[in-house]
């Protein structure tokens, strides 16, 4: 759906606000709040990890749903759903008394988080605004401000009521109210009229086809950079808390680097966004993921100053940087005419990554440390490094037979 003039303003800060939120309280909130749910429960941290790989496969698997719901319903009763879907989750995790509740609880955040998430969101701003990596970049930029309040909410809660749940009730109250605003701004109104973007020069690569994109070597790298992306992302919100308490650094203190991390990731959110108009995707890509991969291996090694701010900076960088390069370089390979389904094809694909966690909390019961845990992530960053070094546009789809073209091998 595309909107203009004030509307389409509306329409930015209401995702905005709605992927404030769900920065705030689901993947970046939920590793600060994992050890404490582990002391009162005695779990171990493989049964927290499962949690954390039950909500990135939950959001994977359900990553087509929000794009076959905008189709046939429309992007309002689509962030209806979603809200009722974040609301059940985030009820869950407050009842939590057995791993059972706690993983339900994950898998409805997880569904919710696509519904209310990225798809629609993309969706919407990359056709209604002409400079798209800009409005993409304050969308994603919202996200990290999330990202650097959800972890403070969650130790402040902890420390002045000591009581974890009141920081889940918090999150229910929040997606209801957020998912409705969208909600309201996004519904038809008598009078409204659906609007065709704007004329602009078209990209070399647009209109290609989903099925054409899917053929392409091209596409398989992008996804794989994207999943590599969720994997080093979710793992390490998931355990660097921990990780960092058991290097030397207090609770308060682990908990404001994962802010610190947040943060730089916001401010590089808007950076990307800016920058995306100006320099290659491709480029901002490799930057990502070489900054990521850098971060954490020096997060691996922890214990002191230097190490703890280079995978502050590395990480901080590398995440905010991703989602808006991994969104734009996708735009500008296969352009706009399938991009709805191919950003969500990719989010179905990268429910890989959801294996992160679950992996690592098994590995840390084995040998009593996230060491291994943070290495494997950082050699998983360079391979993918290497491979957008070696990436090449596909050949315009235009220019080859529909029946008789072959992926494009990058060079």
């Not at 990596?133 to 309040?149: D, I, K, L, Q, W």
């Not at 979710?234 to 921990?242: N, Y």
């Amino acid at each position: 759906m595309t909107y203009e003039g004030r509307k389409k303003y509306l329409a930015l800060g209401a995702f905005s606000l709605l992927f404030f939120m769900l920065n705030a309280f689901t993947f970046n909130g939920l590793g600060v709040v994992l050890p404490y749910m582990v002391e009162e429960m005695g779990w171990a941290w493989a049964v927290a990890g499962l949690g954390f790989t039950f909500l990135g496969v939950a959001c994977g698997l359900s990553s087509l749903a929000p794009a076959i719901s905008i189709r046939r319903l429309g992007v309002s009763k689509t962030m209806m759903i979603g809200g009722a879907l974040l609301l059940t989750g985030f009820m869950c995790l407050a009842a939590t008394t057995t791993a059972l509740v706690y993983f339900i609880g994950t898998m409805f955040l997880g569904v919710g988080f696509s519904m209310c998430g990225t798809t629609g969101g993309v969706n919407v701003i990359s056709h209604s605004f002409q400079k798209r990596s800009t409005a993409m970049g304050v969308y994603f930029t919202a996200g990290g401000m999330g990202a650097v309040v959800g972890p403070l909410i969650a130790w402040a809660t902890q420390e002045l009521t000591g009581e974890w749940r009141h920081y889940w009730w918090a999150a229910a109250i929040a997606a209801v109210i957020l998912s409705m605003f969208a909600a309201v701004v996004t519904s038809d109104r008598p009078g409204d009229v659906e609007v065709s973007a704007k004329p602009e020069k078209a990209m070399a690569t647009d209109g290609w086809t989903a099925k054409a994109a899917m053929r392409t070597v091209q596409y398989y790298i992008v996804v794989g950079v994207y999943t590599s992306f969720l994997l080093i992302n979710t793992t390490v919100h998931g355990f660097a808390v921990q990780h960092l308490t058991e290097t030397g650094l207090t609770m308060g203190a682990a908990a404001t680097v994962m802010s610190a991390i947040a943060l730089i990731s916001a401010a590089g959110s808007m950076i990307a966004g800016m920058a995306g108009e100006k320099i290659g995707a491709r480029e901002l890509t490799l930057l990502s993921i070489s900054a990521t991969s850098l971060g954490v291996i020096a997060l691996m090694i922890g214990g002191n100053l230097f190490t703890v701010s280079l995978a502050v900076i590395g990480l901080g960088v590398g995440f905010g940087f991703s989602y808006v390069s991994t969104a734009m370089l996708m735009l500008n390979l296969f352009g706009k005419r399938s991009n709805l389904e191919l950003y969500s094809t990719m989010s179905l694909i990268s429910t890989a990554a959801a294996i992160g966690p679950a992996l690592g909390g098994i590995i840390r019961d084995e040998t009593g440390g996230f060491m291994l845990v943070f290495l494997g992530c950082g050699v998983l960053g360079f391979i993918f490094v290497a491979a957008l070094v070696l990436l090449r546009a596909p050949e315009n789809p235009q220019q080859e037979s529909t029946e008789d073209a072959e992926p494009a091998l990058a060079a």
